[in-house]
């Protein structure tokens, strides 16, 4: 065999020495869990390969295959899909299962170590530093926030008053607010919203993709470059929103008067502040840490919730009678006044909040949740060899016909005072140690949005009669938008 030859079989049996490692070290432990026969090397990339139908087959593994059922992507540890609440639960609330899963990785070079993607101990040191951050009365300092932004979002949403069919994505385009307003709303064409959306785009192309999922390879693609001048976008513009915040923090510092109480002084401490003066006073945190949490606040503020709010909208044009009765408990809230929100006025919202609940039921805004399996563990039955990737199967767990009846019917009353209890059969915020730190936070912003904007437009169905196609790219969005028609409601 000439040199040249060698050189080109070589990387071929490196990588079916690996494929062969990977299929049959785990595949003793995991023989008994069904699932679509792997390929040599790719895997079961070829299934779930294309962002447009890798939803609509894990819907069909799991209906051909059951509530447990593993999948192979391409030279990488086993994954096993889980939408079985018994063993959900067992997953979310074990200390073996903390970390994250491989394809979180590809988060690294934009989000860190922050607490999407961090372990162990890094993990808890910063969740305990957060958290109160997170307290209720901390978060009443940000109704103001929602409603600026709720009003900016009225005036766009005014513009398509009269037309047919409105995609009502684009317009609900909510960043977190850490006193520096993105003017996401204002601005459709925001470079660093933009960025968002392709270093997502990037991320998903490397899960999804042979030739971007290895590290060598990924380097000869124009993604690589790419990525690199995003990165350089969003870094530095978290990096300015943090100067920015440290020069203002330092002012007020030097502006102050005895008088402040400690009440107030909390509840002007936000994410961000919280992590300022954590190091401030002393704690371990690098400006690259707080960097990374700021990255990581942003972006699960931002398609998550903006994914929430759009589909709510769309149940509701698509669901009169429940529109309705949220207009009659807005109404014995604030009568015929347009008065904006108070935290008291979002808290009565009850009725609104079981709709945006069974909404997130349907379309849970992360419909996967992966971890990775630190130690070998036994959950009802079935084993978990140290070293494979979980997926919580969100989308199909929520659809559990013994806990929701008729899943597929949009019907808030699921989640009355009565009914409230789901238990792990119902996680839109995840669960467990590892749950949503700012599932507090998105509830009252949702509710702020939504109600003001029903306050302002009877939402119908559009013309003609829009079917989401779902796609499950990180985020669940649609993929031929939510389209809705918008009337001026007249009081």
């Known amino acids: 065999m000439s040199i040249v030859g060698a050189v080109l079989v070589a990387p071929v049996l490196i990588l079916l020495i690996r494929w062969f490692y990977l299929y049959y070290g785990f595949e003793k432990y995991i023989k008994n869990i069904p699932g679509p026969t792997p390929l040599p090397i790719i895997g079961n990339l070829h299934q779930f390969g294309a962002i447009a139908d ?38 979310l609330k074990s200390n073996n299962v903390l970390d994250k899963s491989t394809d979180y990785n590809f988060f690294h070079n934009w989000l860190g170590a ?22 209720f009365k901390i978060l009443e300092g940000f109704v103001d926030t929602f409603n600026k932004f709720g009003d900016i979002l009225l005036k766009r949403l005014g513009e398509e008053v009269g037309r047919p069919s409105v995609d009502i994505y684009p317009h609900i385009d909510i960043i977190v607010h850490l006193r520096h307003n993105l003017r996401a709303q204002e601005d459709s064409n925001s470079e660093y919203v933009n960025y968002v959306k392709e270093i997502l785009r990037i991320v998903y192309d490397r899960t999804s993709m042979i030739t971007k999922a290895f590290d060598l390879t990924y380097l000869f693609t124009s993604d690589f470059s790419l990525e690199r001048k995003v990165l350089r976008v969003l870094h530095n513009f978290t990096n300015g929103v943090i100067a920015s915040r440290k020069k203002e923090l330092a002012q007020n510092g030097a502006d102050s008067s005895e008088s402040d109480t400690e009440t107030e002084i ?36 931002h398609d998550t919730t903006a994914s929430a709010i759009s589909f709510t909208l769309f149940c509701l044009a698509n669901n009169p009678h429940v529109q309705e009765t949220v207009i009659q408990e807005l109404k014995s809230i604030f009568g015929d006044h347009k008065a904006d929100a108070s935290s008291h006025d979002l808290n009565e919202m009850k009725y609104l909040e079981m709709v945006i609940k069974e909404s997130l039921r349907l379309y849970p805004p992360v419909p996967l949740i992966g971890r990775h399996i630190l130690k070998d563990t036994e959950i009802d039955g079935y084993s978990f060899p140290k070293g494979v990737d979980v997926t919580i199967f969100v989308h199909a767990l929520h659809k559990d016909p013994t806990v929701f009846p008729n899943p597929e019917k949009f019907d808030p009353e699921r989640f009355s005072f009565e009914n409230q209890n789901k238990g792990y059969a119902y996680i839109p915020f995840s669960a467990g140690p590892r749950n949503c730190i700012g599932q507090k936070f998105a509830m009252l912003e949702m509710k702020s949005v939504i109600s003001k904007i029903l306050r302002n437009f009877e939402l119908l169905p559009s013309i003609p009669e829009h079917n989401p196609k779902l796609t499950g790219a990180i985020i669940l969005k649609s993929q031929n938008g939510l389209c809705v028609r918008l009337k001026k409601r007249k009081c």
């Not at 969740?127 to 109160?132: D, E, Q, V």
């Not at 509840?267 to 990374?292: A, H, N, P, V, W």
Request: glycine share 8%; aromatic share 12%.
């Open 54 to 91: 890798e939803l609509t087959e894990f819907l069909g593994c799991r209906k051909k295959y059951g509530d447990v059922f593993k999948v192979r992507f391409s030279l990488d540890v086993p994954n096993i899909f889980i939408s079985n609440r018994k063993v959900t639960e067992g997953i």
């Open 114 to 135: 922050g607490l999407l993607t961090s372990t162990d101990e890094k993990w808890k040191m910063h969740r305990k530093m957060l958290t109160p951050a997170f307290h």
């Open 266 to 301: 909390k509840k002007r401490l936000s994410f961000l502040d919280t992590m300022l003066q954590y190091k401030e006073e002393g704690g371990i945190i690098s400006d690259e840490s707080i960097r990374e949490e700021v990255d990581t606040f942003m972006f699960e503020g």
